[in-house]
């Protein structure tokens, strides 16, 4: 009986199997079908995509490809402008900010102080007075006990130091306003020099040899005067600002002369 049930399993092994692994085999080849299909089926809808379905990039990421796209060469060191640049400036602006002074109500100040208390008063009220025109006044009433026209050079020399303090680093600003768009036309000069140099080795022009060594080279350019545009709006600024604190301090500088002179009499 057992040898029969052998025999009998042997069989069917010998009957069954091939079938099964005949289908199993077809199977795999209607799937490997599908799958070589289904590249197909998406190449063919591909082309069918219209230009509102396209992803949309936004500025940032597109600024950011192009500048990847520029080199590290060129594009670092200009970069390297901005950041330099864009960090002395913020330096000036708070600068100048808290150098910023209500003179009028400082003057107000010192002339009571004056009236009621002396020089010493006044130039209490100074040190507990930041900014330029409060250092001048200072110099100027510390000088008072010798003379009005002592007092005056003490202020104009003084003047001339707090203007200093005052236009400290902007000539950096200004030379990276210059330095970044100069790099930018090196770059692309330099690129198109690497262009022609291709076609030169090819012995033919085309088009797609030297596409992309050009727009390389072009987006030095752009970048470079994209920099100088941000820092010249900064430079501006500063400079207007840096100019009234100075018209502040000539007018605050000849109404405490005056007081002085008055005082003495």
Not at 9 to 30: R, S
Not at 66 to 82: D, K, N, S, T, W
Not at 85 to 105: C, D, M, Q, S, V
Request: hydrophobic fraction near 50%.
């Amino acid at each position: 009986m057992k040898k029969l049930l052998t025999i009998a399993f042997a069989f069917g092994l010998i009957y069954f199997l091939p079938q099964q692994m005949h289908a199993n085999l077809n199977q795999e080849q209607e799937e490997e079908v599908e799958v070589v299909e289904a590249p197909a089926e998406e190449i063919q809808e591909e082309p069918q995509m219209t230009v509102a379905e396209a992803p949309s990039v936004g500025f940032t990421q597109e600024l950011k490809n192009r500048f990847i796209e520029g080199g590290p060469g060129f594009m670092g060191i200009v970069l390297a402008c901005l950041i330099l640049g864009l960090a002395i400036a913020i330096e000036r602006i708070i600068y100048l900010n808290f150098a910023t002074t209500n003179t009028e109500k400082l003057v107000e100040d010192i002339e009571s102080a004056l009236n009621s208390g002396g020089v010493d008063s006044a130039k209490e009220i100074c040190r507990n007075t930041p900014g330029p025109v409060a250092s001048i006044f200072y110099q100027g009433l510390d000088r008072a006990g010798e003379g009005v026209e002592s007092a005056e050079k003490a202020v104009v020399a003084y003047g001339g130091v707090q203007m200093g303090q005052l236009e400290k680093n902007v000539s950096w600003i200004s030379l990276f306003i210059a330095l970044a768009p100069m790099l930018g036309f090196m770059g692309t000069v330099i690129g198109m020099i690497q262009a022609f140099d291709k076609i030169q080795a090819a012995g033919d022009m085309q088009p797609s040899l030297v596409a992309g060594g050009i727009k390389v080279a072009l987006l030095t350019t752009v970048f470079g005067l994209i920099v100088a545009i941000i820092l010249q709006i900064f430079y501006n600024y500063i400079v207007a600002k840096i100019d009234s604190i100075v018209n502040d301090m000539e007018d605050a500088s000849i109404t405490l002369i005056d007081i002085l002179v008055s005082h003495k009499k």
